[in-house]
C-alpha cells in the first residue's frame, strides 16, 4: 500500500534550517515525513512554509519517490522508512550544494574522551553497529554514514540518525531496549536519545582517524586518514530530470 496517493503529495510545505550557518532547506511531504524528520533531526529548526517549489519533495504512486528541484529523482521505495533515508539523503545533497567548499564523503563519525574520531570502512563494514556499540555509553555520535567536510579539514555534524539494515542483532536489542529502534521492512532508525547524538550545525576539528575491517577498528596515521576522505567523498547525483518527468507524465503528479 503506498503511502500517499498521487492526490495527497501536497500535505504541507515546511523549511528546516541550520540558522547559525544561514542554511534552510524547503521540504513538501506527507505528515509522515514530517513527524519523522522532527523525531528523528537533532539540531534542526522547523517551520511551516509555502512556497512556488521546494528544495525536496516527496511523491507518490505505488512506490514513494523524493524528488530534488536541483537533481530530480533521487530514489524511490515502498517502504516509508527506505524512503524516509533517500529523504536525508536528498537534504544532505542539499547541504553540499548550498555551503561553500565542502564534500559529502562516506564515513562515521564519534566523540571519545574529548577526541573526534573519523571512521572509515567498506560497503557493510558494520560502521552503523560500530557507532551504536561505541555511543550507547559515554562516546557521542556524531555520524554513521554520511560526513561533512570543509577545506578547513573541518567535518559538520548534520544530526541525522543512525541507520542499521535488519535484522538486528540481540545484542544491540538488549543494548538498547526495543523502544529505541524504529523498524521499516530492510531498514530501522535508532533513537538519537539514546546515543548521545551530536546536534546538526557544529563544525568539528578532526582528532584522529580509524579503519573499521572485520568489526575492528584500528587507527590509521592521519596522512592516511585525509587520503581516505578524499577517496570516499560522494558525487552530487546527476540529474535524472527525464525520468522523473516521465513518471510524472504518467501518475498526474505534481510537487508544487
Known amino acids: 500500500m503506498a503511502l500517499i496517493k498521487k492526490d495527497d503529495t501536497v500535505d504541507g510545505g515546511h523549511i528546516i534550517s541550520l540558522p547559525e550557518h544561514g542554511l534552510d532547506v524547503s521540504l513538501k511531504c506527507?505528515?509522515?515525513?514530517r513527524l519523522l524528520a522532527s523525531k528523528l533531526l537533532i539540531g534542526w529548526s522547523f517551520q511551516t512554509a509555502t512556497l512556488q517549489e521546494y528544495d525536496v519533495?516527496?511523491?507518490?504512486?505505488?512506490?514513494?519517490s523524493v524528488v530534488s528541484k536541483r537533481y530530480g529523482l533521487i530514489g524511490r521505495h515502498k517502504d516509508i522508512?527506505?524512503?524516509?533515508?533517500?529523504?536525508?539523503?536528498?537534504?544532505?545533497?542539499?547541504?553540499?550544494?548550498?555551503?561553500?567548499?565542502?564534500?559529502?564523503?562516506?564515513?562515521?563519525?564519534?566523540?571519545?574522551?574529548?577526541?573526534?574520531?573519523?571512521?572509515?570502512?567498506n560497503?557493510?563494514?558494520?560502521?552503523?553497529?560500530?557507532?551504536?556499540?561505541?555511543?550507547?555509553?559515554?562516546?557521542?555520535?556524531?555520524?554513521?554514514?554520511?560526513?561533512?567536510?570543509?577545506?578547513?579539514?573541518?567535518?559538520?555534524?548534520?544530526?541525522?540518525?543512525?541507520r542499521l539494515r535488519r535484522p538486528i542483532s540481540d545484542t544491540l536489542v538488549a543494548q538498547l531496549g526495543k523502544q529505541s529502534f524504529l523498524a521499516g521492512s530492510s531498514l530501522a532508525f535508532v533513537n538519537p536519545?539514546?546515543?548521545?547524538?551530536?546536534?546538526a550545525g557544529k563544525w568539528i576539528d578532526i582528532s584522529s582517524f580509524q579503519f573499521l575491517e572485520q568489526h575492528?577498528?584500528?587507527?590509521?596515521?592521519?596522512?592516511?586518514?585525509?587520503?581516505?576522505?578524499?577517496?570516499?567523498?560522494?558525487?552530487?547525483?546527476?540529474?535524472?530530470?527525464?525520468?522523473?518527468d516521465k513518471k510524472r507524465q504518467k501518475y498526474g503528479w505534481s510537487i508544487l
Open 30 to 33: 506527507p505528515a509522515e515525513f
Open 57 to 64: 519533495s516527496v511523491v507518490s504512486d505505488q512506490k514513494n
Open 81 to 121: 522508512l527506505s524512503t524516509f533515508n533517500v529523504f536525508l539523503n536528498a537534504i544532505a545533497y542539499e547541504v553540499i550544494a548550498k555551503l561553500e567548499k565542502c564534500l559529502l564523503v562516506h564515513a562515521a563519525a564519534y566523540k571519545k574522551n574529548d577526541e573526534h574520531i573519523v571512521v572509515f570502512g
Open 123 to 162: 560497503k557493510k563494514a558494520g560502521k552503523s553497529t560500530f557507532i551504536v556499540d561505541q555511543c550507547s555509553s559515554a562516546s557521542e555520535c556524531i555520524s554513521d554514514d554520511l560526513v561533512v567536510w570543509d577545506n578547513e579539514c573541518r567535518i559538520l555534524s548534520l544530526g541525522f540518525p543512525v
Open 193 to 199: 536519545k539514546s546515543l548521545n547524538q551530536v546536534r
Open 216 to 244: 575492528i577498528a584500528k587507527s590509521i596515521a592521519k596522512e592516511a586518514g585525509y587520503y581516505q576522505l578524499a577517496s570516499r567523498t560522494i558525487p552530487q547525483p546527476k540529474p535524472r530530470w527525464l525520468s522523473f
